[in-house]
């Protein structure tokens, strides 16, 4: 550089540089962000299923029940949803909640604040769907496009009957698979301990 100005050399340099960092940074926003990883997602899914296990272990969900309560995740295969629930059986019928008298409410999202649902193939979870859920159990018969799957408070998984509106304790290992493109997971729910975890 001399004293009055740059010279044609610097400038030339300078508009490379500027051009090669303009050309990365257009190729990289071309591609968009394509949301979250199947395996995010599966890390997620477990960490849900483990703080509905610990809302009905601990009870600290803010429930307006006086009675014991339960905490359960229902998975809508259809509509690529699941939802966090507290539920109870004020009405002592055996069947955790109904909806007549009113024996649910929704838990709250911690990162939130607001009700507990999960919206999947939309917004950060784009392209991801659940492939299956399942929670069985001797004599559960689950719906084939909504699985429920129920905690009590120490912890145990049931299965919820979609018909008759009973729960069971699960007496094997129940599952989530979730799909994006050709990449799948599987969140697995042991059936004494309800542990979820990615295998």
């Known amino acids: 550089m001399n004293s009055r100005g740059f010279t044609i050399i610097e400038l030339v340099m300078v508009i490379v540089l500027i051009a090669i960092v303009l050309a990365v940074s ?32 601990i009870r600290r969900a803010s429930s307006s029940f006086s009675q014991p309560v339960r905490a359960r995740i229902t998975f809508d295969v259809t509509n690529e949803t699941y939802n966090v629930k507290i539920v109870n059986d004020s009405d002592g019928d055996g069947k955790w909640g109904e909806t007549s008298p ?3 409410e929704y ?16 917004g950060s979870y784009n392209g991801i769907v659940i492939g299956s859920a399942s929670f069985s159990a001797t004599g559960c018969t689950p719906s084939a496009t ?9 912890g145990i998984p049931y299965c919820v009957d979609n018909t008759a509106g009973t729960s069971t304790k699960m007496d094997s290992q129940g599952s989530v698979v979730i799909s994006k493109a050709s990449n799948t997971a599987t969140v697995n729910v042991t059936q004494n301990t309800g542990r979820a975890s990615i295998p």
Do not use: C, H
Request: glycine share 6%; no cysteine.
């Open 146 to 154: 909504t699985a429920i799957l129920e905690f009590d408070a120490m």
């Open 26 to 57: 257009v190729s990289l926003l071309s591609r968009g962000w394509s949301g979250m990883t199947i395996t995010a997602m599966a890390k997620k899914l477990r960490s849900d299923t483990q703080y509905a296990q610990e809302i009905a272990m």
């Open 107 to 122: 838990a709250k999202d911690p990162s939130t604040g607001g009700n507990f649902t999960v919206t999947l193939n939309t």
């Open 102 to 104: 009113v024996e649910w």
